[in-house]
């Protein structure tokens, strides 16, 4: 079978920085997204990894370890704007689909 | 501008009342995505389609019907037999193959009276 696991929530000051945690089993791994969603909005693209190592776009960052079925996102100098669901979606060899974690909700504190 | 665009954003239906969701993209993507979103819960694929005139069920397919008669459109119609309608319905659609980024509408919240 296919499994996703993200923390439910996290907490972060403005200012510091914080690391959501992916990990994932599947068969056939092909690649790794991750989604920014505001309450009620629709989920916008942050960062896809698809070779071991780390992607840097900005304030934020995205490590993938293949062999360990892990991935992480990191985001630096946290803005009251990065209140929002945070997204892992996993693609497989052999399938168009794209299966999403249940996501992790981030509350940014003042 | 390119996107894609879901109507309406809120919708209110009678409960043994089919309804169809709208989605049209103008990004000239080949694939093109159903997701059902319920709180706190992440998006569970409801039916895809690689090309026109073809689509797949995905995981939670039963009491959903869709069509792709043209690449620009990929309309959902809830049926009476869904269970549990009420939910935020998301349509995607992204470029052939699975290494692409998917790009969202924003949504459309159905709820069943």
């Known amino acids: 079978g296919q499994n996703i696991d993200q923390p439910t929530e996290m907490t972060a000051t403005e200012g510091a920085i914080v690391q959501i945690n992916c990990t994932y089993q599947?068969?056939?791994?092909?690649?790794l997204f991750w989604y920014q969603q505001h309450a009620g909005e629709a989920p916008t693209f942050l960062s896809y990894?698809?070779?071991?190592g780390l992607e840097e776009k900005g304030r934020f960052s995205s490590f993938l370890s293949r062999s360990k079925g892990y991935s992480y996102l990191l985001l630096k100098e946290l803005q009251m704007k990065d209140s929002a669901s945070y997204l892992c979606?996993?693609?497989?060899?052999?399938?168009?689909?794209?299966?999403f974690g249940t996501g992790t909700r981030l509350k940014v504190l003042a | 501008d390119g996107g894609i665009t879901q109507s309406p954003k809120y919708l209110f239906r009678k409960e043994g009342q089919n309804v169809t969701l709208s989605c049209e993209q103008n990004?000239?993507?080949?694939?093109m995505y159903w997701y059902r979103q319920d709180p706190g819960q992440g998006l569970r694929l409801i039916y895809y389609?690689?090309?026109?005139?073809?689509?797949q069920k995905g995981d939670i397919a039963e009491g959903y019907s869709v069509s792709r008669e043209k690449k620009e459109s990929f309309p959902l119609t809830v049926t009476s037999a869904q269970k549990n309608p009420t939910a935020f319905y998301l349509c995607?659609?992204?470029?052939?193959?699975?290494?692409?980024?998917?790009?969202f509408g924003p949504g459309t919240r159905l709820t069943v009276l």
């Open positions: 995607a659609s992204s470029s052939a193959g699975t290494s692409n980024e998917q790009f």
């Open positions: 599947t068969s056939g791994f092909n690649g």
């Open positions: 990894n698809v070779l071991d």
């Open positions: 979606a996993v693609t497989t060899s052999g399938t168009y689909k794209y299966i």
């Open positions: 990004l000239n993507h080949d694939a």
């Open positions: 389609s690689q090309i026109v005139n073809d689509f």
